[in-house]
C-alpha cells in the first residue's frame, strides 16, 4: 500500500472491521445529537427520569460488554456475538420509530441498545484477534485505523442528517436511519467479515461469567482502568464544557459548536494515524503522555477563551490530543487482558463508563466552585493526574505493555 495507507488495513478481518465500526458509529451518530431532544421534548421524559436512564444504560452496556466478551472468548470466535448485538441495534432502533411513546423510548435505552453497544468492544475484540502474531506497532497502527473510522462517521453523519430533517416536525425518523445502519452493520458482519476456526482459541478460555466480572473488578485492572478513565474523561467533560463556554464566555453561537465539532472530528481521523506513526518510534505510553499533555494545554487554554475565533485557533490542539486520547488507550486497556480478547476489549466499554462518572464528578465539582471556565482547567489537571497514574504503573511492567 501506499506510505499512507499502512499494509496491515490490507487485512481482510480489519479492513472489514473497519467498515463495520463505520456503520456501528453512523448508528450513533444519528442519534445520539438529538437523544435528549426525542427522549424529553418530544416524548416527555422528566430530565431527571432521563438522567438515570442515561446512566443505567451505561451500567447494564458495561455488564452486557463484559458478559458477551467473555462468552466470545470461550467461543473462540466474535461473528455469533456481533450477528446478535447488530439485530438489538435494528430493534432497538426501530422500536423507538415505529412505537414513539416514552415507555418504548425507556424499554429501548434500558435492553437493546446497551446490548448493541456491545458490539463496540467485539468488533475490536475480533480485529485484535485477527492480530494475532503482529508485532506490537501494527496492531497499534490497526487499533487506530478500527477507532478513527467511529470519527470519520461523526465528520460526516451528524451534519448530513441534521440538514435532511432540518425541515421536519419531528427528530424520530434518525432513529429509522439508525436502525438501517445497524442493518447495512449486519451485512458487513455476515458477508464481507472472514470466518476463523474458533477451536484451539477457545481450549484455553473456561472463565465463568462470575470470575470474568471479578477479574474486571480485580485491583491490578482497576488501578489501571482508572488512570486511563482519568485521562479520558478529559473528552466527556469537553463535550459538556464546549457548547456552554462557546455560547457564553466565547460569546458564540450554537452553530459555532457544530463547526467546532466537525472540525475537531476531521482532525482526530488525521492525526490518528499520525500519532500511530509516532509511537511506533517512541511507545505508545509515550505518545498517549504527549497526547494528554497536549489536549491538557487546550482544555486549560479554553478556560480563558472569550470570543470565537479562540475557539476556533484550539481546534487544532484539540484535534492533536483527542487523536492521542481516543486511540492509545483501546491497546493498552486490551493488553490487561491479553490472553482473553473479548474480555479485555470489554475494558473499553468498562473505562467509558468509569471516564463519564469521573467527568460527571469533575463537572459538578468545578461548576459549584468554579464555573465553566474554571472546570476546563480543573479538567486538564484531571487529564494530568491520569497520566501521572499509568506512568507511576507502567514502571514495573513497562517491557510487557510499552
Not at 497536549?294 to 480563558?304: E, I, K, T
Request: proline share 4%; aromatic share 8%.
Amino acid at each position: 500500500m501506499s506510505r499512507l495507507f499502512p499494509d496491515v488495513f490490507r487485512h481482510p478481518a480489519i479492513r472489514a472491521s473497519m467498515m463495520a465500526i463505520f456503520t456501528f458509529g453512523m448508528a450513533g451518530a444519528m442519534t445520539a445529537p438529538y437523544r435528549s431532544v426525542v427522549g424529553i421534548r418530544e416524548l416527555g421524559l422528566s430530565d431527571s427520569l432521563y438522567s438515570v436512564l442515561t446512566f443505567a444504560s451505561a451500567a447494564v452496556n458495561v455488564v452486557v460488554s463484559v458478559l458477551l466478551g467473555n462468552l466470545a472468548d470461550r467461543l473462540g470466535e466474535y461473528r455469533s456475538a456481533m450477528i446478535g448485538a447488530c439485530i438489538f441495534g435494528i430493534l432497538g432502533y426501530g422500536m423507538v420509530y415505529a412505537f414513539p411513546t416514552a415507555a418504548v423510548f425507556v424499554i429501548s435505552a434500558l435492553l437493546p441498545l446497551p446490548i448493541y453497544g456491545a458490539l463496540n468492544s467485539l468488533l475490536f475484540a475480533n480485529a485484535r484477534a485477527a492480530m494475532q502474531g503482529m508485532n506490537r506497532s501494527a496492531v497499534v497502527t490497526a487499533n487506530s485505523g478500527v477507532r478513527a473510522m467511529i470519527s470519520l462517521s461523526w465528520v460526516l453523519i451528524p451534519g448530513v442528517t441534521g440538514l435532511v430533517l432540518s425541515g421536519a416536525s419531528s427528530m424520530l425518523p434518525a432513529y429509522l436511519f439508525a436502525s438501517i445502519s445497524c442493518l447495512l452493520c449486519q451485512g458487513l458482519i455476515v458477508f464481507a467479515l472472514p470466518r476463523h476456526a474458533a477451536t484451539e482459541m477457545a481450549a484455553t478460555h473456561h472463565l465463568t461469567y462470575l470470575g470474568a466480572l471479578r477479574q474486571v473488578i480485580s485491583p491490578r485492572i482497576s488501578a489501571h482502568v482508572c488512570g486511563v478513565a482519568l485521562v479520558t474523561s478529559t473528552l466527556h467533560l469537553n463535550d459538556a464544557l464546549l457548547p456552554l463556554i462557546a455560547t457564553g464566555a466565547a460569546h458564540g453561537r450554537l452553530s459555532d459548536v457544530g463547526i467546532l465539532v466537525g472540525i475537531v472530528a476531521l482532525l482526530e481521523v488525521v492525526f490518528i494515524i499520525v500519532w500511530s506513526r509516532i509511537a511506533r518510534k517512541t511507545g505508545q505510553m509515550t505518545a498517549l503522555a504527549a497526547g494528554t499533555v497536549v489536549y491538557a494545554a487546550f482544555l486549560g487554554l479554553l478556560g480563558f477563551a472569550s470570543e470565537p475565533w479562540h475557539l476556533y485557533a484550539l481546534t487544532l490542539p484539540a484535534g492533536i490530543g483527542a487523536a492521542a486520547i481516543i486511540s492509545f488507550p483501546i491497546t493498552y486497556l486490551q493488553d490487561l487482558i491479553a490472553d482473553r480478547p473479548g474480555l479485555g476489549s470489554a475494558l473499553i466499554s468498562v473505562n467509558i463508563f468509569a471516564s463519564a462518572g469521573i467527568g460527571a464528578l469533575v463537572f459538578a465539582a468545578g461548576t459549584a466552585t468554579t464555573g465553566y471556565s474554571g472546570t476546563a482547567v480543573l479538567s486538564a489537571v484531571t487529564g494530568l493526574l491520569g497520566i501521572a497514574i499509568l506512568g507511576l504503573l507502567q514502571r514495573p511492567t513497562a517491557d510487557r505493555a510499552g
